[in-house]
């Protein structure tokens, strides 16, 4: 009920675009991809940098567990070695000497959970006025805004993802109020007195555009255009159009939403584009070629499995729920079977939340579209399951390259679960960000604790 | 068609004529009666006139009685869901369609939820498919504290959902109703009072009407509530808020009191298990999302429990209704969790069954399996509260219910792309 009067404030979100298969890799935020002229910017285009480091962690072995590289490979009584950060080995028979070892029997490990989709800090708790930080709702395409500068490091959200989820990498996207919202900024989560102190290092910029109900009822009520579906097309294609001839003018002043969608025309910025229904999907992605970009991830996709064939053949992913239906009327056709359609049609599926409570349970939303689907004889490994909510994240925020999956040499993002991460059952029971130990179930000082919480009722508590 | 034949491998019963109770017996199940306790295996249910008739390992069915062999299945109570707008709303946003609140209304305690309530909606059946029989509906408040009276339904696939109307008034003094009765506490506080004052004055014939706020009909709706022939569920969560309700037993003796939400409940369960109220509570609710929440957490319920609380998950604050068996699922994660404090297996079912019925004063009567409850009962493919399992058959009051919505139309016409020969609108 409260997520669905969310929604219905505009305040719901659904953002995305972001292609499984072909995102821009590591440095895809600073360069342009290979092969495409460099940018002409003559202009600082990473004003508010990165400032994580990397927390220090010791030598670890996680060893006998069932694991589930994210690559959707099982590896069973196996052991995950994590070294400087990042992972050393997934294996059987590893040398364990002079690493911290803990034993995993019984257990699982899967690679951090990665929630494309989330309002964390924009929209932070306790989420009074004062707080409400997620929708630029005065305009219809807002591209200059930015969301890192609305984010609140101190949401205890942050900390709930970390210890019930084992959300490792989240990505913070302004509201759907808007044709065009704004940039959305990845993170890692950790707590950081700074935005800067959370900011994924090396992640590209997203871009977070919105089609349906929400921007045509915002700017609708206020009596302006757009109150319609064709109106919304109209002002995002004059807007595309206005922002090609922004990039052709040699005399331009600079221009900070053109500079976003000059960003996304160049392929710097990946496009998550909130939309339910299959029919406005289809049309997007032809807008999308009319005008040059390519949409990374539809987000609350829940009209895919309409046109897992498009969405194949477009690269395209879909970032979904496993299960909500029908709060709003592009949300009436929702079916649990929906992620499970997508995958036998060979499309990408990215588990997303959207919500404060559901970044706690991106795993269990996973199971539940895994199940729906068995019952009608799609059968999808659990491994494959798993990269729902970790690589195929990943992949369509371009950060692939550094996290996602437990193979050497990536970010030691890492989850050890007291149980088979797909069932109801299971919880974290250790979650590691980059080699460090940022949660701990059994030791009380290994929770984050956030500075509004601090002498509070419940301060402290498991949550 | 996977589903149908599952259903043809496990049954040997014929339902001849699908809108009449049947006498059946499911053996050999996994059987969890929803009472609390665990879950027993090799057992029978025999439900018999839409009732249940017996439960248990040792009973032994008439041979003459029809026989679904329940090898390899769970069976539970159907489930209870407490505080839906199930039946109120097509689709909540659209407003044409939604009948949850009444916004610009002239009435409030005398709204009553039954001639609104449609059981044909999609939700209803949504929720039918995941196992819940019977919910209570309840309206929400917009116009004023007094939200109205709500309804206890069953959730079968036939015109007459009411099972128990006007069951109770619904009122909130949580940060909403503060605001709604103008902006503090102090005011919803004086709001109820004077409510109650004015439908005691007249119940007791000393109604003059042109001095007192509420309407008439209002006043005579809430004397029910005063008399304690109706129950009064109030929304509060800050634990001051819920010793404030509470206290309302000093000056107004006779209030059956429902407790709802109650987010902080855990920080004054002692005091509310002697008060002998149950309470309907927020379950996985963790966060401070509202100053009235700050000491939230997911051990609320279980700690509420362990006070000796009759405690039920509110089905309101789950992000979708049918996800009550995934709530109920973490509950008892928790009890595996260091310093969290859960619910067993057991009790965790009773959660969604058989406690929002004690909380209705409905005790025995529905949400769980025993002998003279409602025969409604759930065949489930495995451990009910796993995410993997689902309901397989569905009986309300001894019939089976038919498990297919718009859901499972869609399911099957999109089961495939194919439109080599017609159109997609031709598949149905």
């Known amino acids: 009920m409260s997520r669905v009067i969310r929604a219905l404030a505009g305040l719901g979100g659904a953002l995305a675009l972001a292609a499984c298969s072909t995102t821009g890799g590591a440095n895809a935020g600073a360069k342009s991809p290979s092969g495409t002229p460099p940018s002409k910017a003559d202009f600082n285009k990473n004003p508010f940098p990165s400032t994580y480091r990397a927390y220090p962690g010791a030598p670890t072995a996680l060893v006998g567990a069932t694991v589930f590289d994210g690559t959707g490979r099982q590896f069973d009584n196996s052991t995950v070695l994590l070294r400087d950060g990042k992972v050393e080995a997934v294996g059987s028979g590893l040398d364990t000497i002079g690493y911290t070892v803990i034993d995993a029997r019984g257990k699982f490990v899967t690679p951090g959970v990665i929630d494309i989709h989330s309002h964390l800090g924009d929209y932070p708790s306790p989420s009074v006025d004062a707080h409400s930080d997620g929708n630029e709702a005065t305009d219809p395409t807002t591209p200059e805004v930015w969301a890192e500068h609305s984010v609140w490091p101190q949401d205890p959200g942050f900390t709930r993802a970390l210890a019930n989820g084992g959300v490792t990498a989240l990505q913070i996207l302004p509201g759907s109020a808007n044709l065009m919202g704004g940039r959305t900024v990845t993170l890692k989560n950790v707590p950081a007195r700074t935005v800067q102190g959370m900011k994924f290092p090396g992640a590209p910029y997203g871009f977070k555009m919105a089609c349906g109900e929400n921007p045509k009822r915002v700017y609708g009520g206020k009596g302006r255009m757009p109150s319609t579906r064709m109106g919304n097309f109209a002002v995002n294609r004059q807007t595309w159009l206005d922002a090609k001839a922004y990039a052709a003018d040699k005399d331009r002043k600079r221009n900070l939403a053109n500079e976003t969608l000059v960003g996304v025309l160049e392929g710097e910025i990946l496009v998550h584009n909130h939309c339910y229904r299959a029919d406005e999907m289809a049309l997007v992605m032809d807008m999308a070629k009319e005008m040059g970009y390519r949409v990374s991830t539809f987000h609350h996709a829940v009209e895919s499995y309409k046109i897992g064939d498009l969405l194949r053949e477009n690269g395209v992913c879909s970032a979904i729920w496993a299960d909500w239906y029908g709060f709003k009327m592009e949300s009436y056709d929702g079916i649990p079977e929906n992620a499970a359609l997508l995958q036998q049609a060979g499309a990408c599926v990215v588990i997303h939340s959207d919500s404060d409570q559901g970044i706690q349970r991106l795993n269990q939303e996973a199971a539940k579209a895994q199940a729906a689907g068995k019952r009608i004889g799609i059968d999808i490994p659990d491994g494959v399951v798993v990269g729902w909510f970790t690589l195929n994240a990943a992949k369509a925020m371009g950060i692939d390259a550094m996290t996602g999956s437990l193979e050497p040499g990536k970010m030691g993002d890492v989850v050890l679960w007291n149980g088979d991460p797909l069932s109801v059952y299971s919880r974290p029971e250790k979650v590691w960000v980059d080699g460090a130990l940022l949660f701990d179930a059994s030791d009380p000082k290994r929770r984050p604790v956030s500075d509004f919480e601090l002498g509070q009722q419940g301060e402290g508590d498991v949550k | ?428």
């Open chain 2, 1 to 428: 068609m996977i589903r149908a034949s599952l259903f043809a491998a496990a049954a040997a019963l014929a339902f001849a004529a699908p809108a009449m109770a049947q006498d059946f017996a499911i053996t050999n199940a996994t059987v969890a009666k929803g009472d609390g306790s665990a879950p027993i295996e090799g057992a029978t249910v025999i439900v018999r006139g839409g009732k249940i008739a017996a439960v248990g390992t040792e009973v032994r069915p008439d041979p003459a009685l029809p026989v679904i062999d329940g090898s390899g299945s769970w069976v539970t109570p159907g489930l209870v869901a407490a505080v839906t707008s199930l039946g109120l709303a097509d689709v909540d946003g659209v407003q044409e369609s939604n009948d949850i609140s009444a916004r610009t209304a002239r009435f409030n305690a005398a709204l009553d939820v039954v001639p609104a309530l449609n059981p044909a909606a999609q939700h209803l059946k949504v929720a039918r498919a995941n196992g819940i029989t019977r919910a209570v509906v309840t309206p929400g408040a917009s116009n004023s504290i007094f939200a109205g009276q709500g309804a206890v339904i069953d959730l079968g696939a036939d015109p007459q959902p009411v099972m128990k109307a006007r069951a109770f008034q619904m009122v909130t003094l949580s940060e909403s109703g503060a605001r709604i009765a103008g902006g503090s506490r102090k005011a919803s506080h004086a709001e109820l009072r004077n409510a109650l004052r004015e439908a005691r004055d007249f119940a007791a014939g000393k109604w003059s009407g042109e001095d007192n706020l509420l309407t008439r009909a209002d006043a005579e709706a809430l004397g029910p509530v005063i008399s304690g022939a109706q129950q009064f569920f109030i929304e509060a969560h800050r634990a001051s808020d819920i010793r404030a309700v509470l206290a309302l037993k000093q000056e107004f003796p006779r209030l059956d009191l429902v407790l709802v939400g109650a987010t902080e409940g855990w920080l004054v369960a002692g005091e509310i298990a002697k008060s002998g109220i149950p309470v309907i509570a927020e379950s996985l609710q963790d966060l401070p999302e509202r100053f009235e929440q700050i000491a939230s957490t997911q051990s609320n319920i279980g700690r509420m429990r362990a006070a000796g609380v009759t405690v039920s998950i509110n089905a309101a604050t789950l992000e979708n209704t049918h996800h009550y068996t995934q709530y109920a699922g973490n509950l008892v994660a928790l009890a595996r969790m260091p310093g969290a404090t859960g619910l067993s297996w057991g009790e965790a079912l009773a959660t969604i069954s058989s406690r929002p019925a004690e909380a209705l004063g409905l005790r025995g009567k529905i949400g769980v399996l025993k002998p003279g409850a409602v025969g409604d009962v759930v065949i489930w493919d495995g451990d009910p509260l796993e995410l993997s399992s689902a309901p397989m058959r569905v009986f309300i009051d001894g019939i089976e219910q038919p498990l297919e919505n718009h859901q499972t139309r869609l399911r099957d016409r999109y089961r495939d792309l194919d439109e080599s020969d017609l159109p997609k609108a031709y598949d149905w």
